[in-house]
């Protein structure tokens, strides 16, 4: 059993599908698609919906962590993603919803403004390459892109400022599900490789690393997520990390 995974570099939706399947000691390799040319890329290779991360395992093809999450635990019962027990699994998937849909997209809208003013970071999230492209030839032609993947996830200025002024308030609230045991128990489940890889993403902005060291969740987050490679230069405006500071 060998899994196929489709993503784009530094992605930290597609870091949560590979962390599952190493959790459920399935073996796989990660193969990179330009962020943009992902959708018709997809297609072209059956995936119904444009989104990654897109996994091929045993003739199955599966798309978004929430549904992997699911198919993987069909497949591959032990170790659970998800446990037996009613009232635990609301909370997890509650907590897995949460991560998903919220916390989420605040790195995503964060790179791509940072993306904007400064580009020299994108090539430290490259495994080798995209599609026949080198990391260097990619990053020279990436201003179009970056400009396309803001639109496309609707990461301007103002939703920038945004996901900062809120960042204080959703590291608080991955602290919380700490401390209720929702995360980062002995055993990780699914809203752990949901909401893990994002703040792991995060520590990697220079920007936000003062904002989030010293928390639980950096803790939790570098437990979880050992190695993930890149770095994202301090860009943003010294104004928008008012509230960080604060």
């Known amino acids: 059993m060998r899994a196929s995974v489709y993503g784009i570099p530094g992605s930290h939706p597609v870091k949560s599908a590979v962390l599952m399947l190493e959790h459920k000691g399935i073996d796989h390799r990660v193969v990179q698609v330009p962020s943009v040319l992902c959708r018709p890329a997809l297609r072209a290779m059956g995936f119904p919906g444009p989104t990654v991360p897109a996994v091929k395992l045993d003739g199955r093809r599966m798309q978004t962590t929430g549904v992997i999450a699911r198919e993987l635990d069909q497949i591959r019962p032990h170790p659970p993603l998800f446990t037996s027990d009613p009232q635990a699994r609301a909370a997890v998937e509650e907590a897995e919803r949460w991560g998903d849909e919220v916390l989420q997209p605040v790195p995503r809208r964060l790179a791509y403004a940072t993306m904007r003013r400064d580009r020299s970071g994108m090539a430290s999230f490259f495994d080798g390459p995209m599609l026949g492209l080198s990391p260097k030839v990619a990053v020279a032609t990436a201003a179009p892109i970056v400009a396309v993947g ?20 959703l590291l608080d609230h991955v ?4 401390d209720a045991g929702v995360i980062g128990g002995e055993e990780l489940n699914a809203a752990d490789f949901q909401i893990a890889p994002s703040v792991r993403l995060m520590m990697l902005f220079e920007d936000l690393k003062p904002a989030i060291a010293g928390r639980q969740a950096a803790d939790y987050a570098r437990t ?14 010294p104004e928008w990390l008012t509230a960080l500071r604060s």
């Open 150 to 169: 803001s639109r496309i996830n609707a990461a301007g200025d103002e939703a920038a400022r945004a996901d900062l002024a809120a960042l204080p308030g």
């Open 175 to 178: 602290d919380a599900l700490l």
């Open 224 to 237: 979880t997520v050992p190695h993930y490679a890149g770095r994202m230069p301090a860009a943003l405006p």
